[in-house]
């Protein structure tokens, strides 16, 4: 007899990993997919000339503010996924995050490969996107701070400068470091604000 119940407690938890280790993974690849397609997409139509360098910078940061819109819309009404085991990877932070790729792609494109906007334009965007993620992962969880981060911290190195401001460059990571601490604070990631000061002490060393 207690052999039964030691076995109906464990039935339960087979199907949590299962899922974790199955379905929760192949959605997080399809999103990671899903982003480096649509970077895919525009080099494409930059090879072919198909469109011209402004319409694919549209095309690619309206995708990314869809993919951003449609995760905020899933997580809003609850809408269910008809795919069994998605449900538990959680669709909006995985679609959250595609877009948030896509529109730090595009911003670097506008800026290092087709010379749209001005260092200065493009670091306060890139910026503000990397803070902005770190920011949504409140709702989405730490996967996304994550992502957040590294963005904000890559955007110095995707600017390309002769001669870095400091004052921009420290006054930037401040703003970061700022905004990380205080998300990290209120859902008590001690991994992530540890990665925040990790980063700020890179580029403090790079800068020397």
Known sequence: ??????????????????????????VWVGGIALALGGLFLIRYTIEAGIFGPGVRLT?????????????????????????????GAYVPAILTAAGAFILFGTVYAAHGIYGFI???LAFTLLGAIGVATIAAALVHGLALAGIGLVGAMVTPMLIASQAPNPWALFGYLAIVLAATSLIARMRDWKALVAAAFFGTGIWTILYM
């Open 1 to 26: 007899e207690p052999v039964a119940p030691v076995a109906a407690s464990n039935a339960p938890g087979k199907p949590d990993i299962e899922t974790a280790l199955g379905t929760r993974w192949a």
């Open 59 to 87: 095309m690619a940061a309206v995708l990314g503010l869809v993919l951003v819109a449609g995760g905020e819309f899933i997580r809003r009404t609850g809408f269910k996924v008809p795919v069994q085991g998605v449900a």
């Open 118 to 120: 001005g260092p200065a």
